[in-house]
């Protein structure tokens, strides 16, 4: 079973392992990867259990967030503009409200 990798990785694996094979994903394939991607790299940020790994594991999700709107699976600015319209009408997170 294989896996979305970042770009510079396949040079590295290519040294540890001549044989290693790749493919380069068509657009529909790239945005189910990226939907597994960003569900690993959100659980493995859950799991972090130190600061330093919580913002490496967060620089990730962010990696995969830019790479849906860098090749237009979404629109940035209409998600910013959904964003800021639930902010408006829901408020946000920021002030650790816990509903029992």
Do not use: H
Not at 30 to 53: G, Q, R
Not at 77 to 98: H, N, P, S, V, W
């Amino acid at each position: 079973m294989g896996k979305l990798i970042r770009t510079k990785l396949k040079e590295k694996l290519k040294q540890r392992n001549p044989t290693a094979k790749f493919s380069t994903l068509s657009k529909n394939d790239l945005s189910i990867e990226l939907d597994k991607k960003l569900v690993e790299e959100v659980n493995e940020f859950v799991s972090a259990t130190n600061y330093e790994n919580k913002n490496e594991e967060l620089a990730d999700i962010l990696e995969v967030i830019g790479t849906y709107f860098e090749l237009d699976f979404f629109d940035e600015k209409a998600t910013r503009t959904i964003q800021d319209r639930k902010f408006k009408e829901r408020g946000g997170f920021d002030k650790g409200i816990y509903y029992f």
